[in-house]
């Protein structure tokens, strides 16, 4: 599991550094200020959270299946709420309207609170223990 961790928090570090360059040249001149502020709040909170990921890879002391449960609260809260936050943000360059999936932005957001409220739990549970 700690491969996978690293390896996953590594792509998704690179995608954001990806998106974010992305969205500061390419999209400069597409989207308003508005809109590009929009969009780095959906490659930022999927760099903290690749961090976060990467953290849980390097812990010791939180068992395989909190870091499992972790892993894929954190990969699919990035999907949802970063992902729809690209496509909202970039919903005036489609054909496509985007807005329709806008309900998936907070149940991606419940998602990674649910990852750091999985790891707070754990530390709380293991501190009782000891």
């Known amino acids: 599991m700690k491969r996978k961790l ?17 969205g500061a040249h390419a999209l400069k001149k597409a989207l308003s200020i508005e809109q590009i502020v929009t969009f780095e709040t ?55 309207d985007f807005k329709s999936i806008g309900f998936l932005t907070p149940i991606g957001g419940l998602l990674l609170i649910m990852a750091w409220g999985v790891l707070l739990a754990s530390s709380l549970n293991k501190k009782a223990q000891s």
């Open 42 to 96: 959906g490659v930022r909170y999927q760099m903290y959270h690749a961090l976060f990921l990467l953290f849980i890879g390097l812990l010791d002391n939180v068992t395989e299946k909190t870091k499992k449960t972790i892993f894929f609260l954190v990969v699919f809260g990035i999907i949802l709420f970063s992902g729809s936050i690209y496509l909202l943000a970039t919903n005036d360059l489609t054909a496509f």
């Open 6 to 22: 690293i390896i996953t928090a590594a792509i998704l570090g690179m995608i954001a550094i990806i998106l974010g360059a992305f």
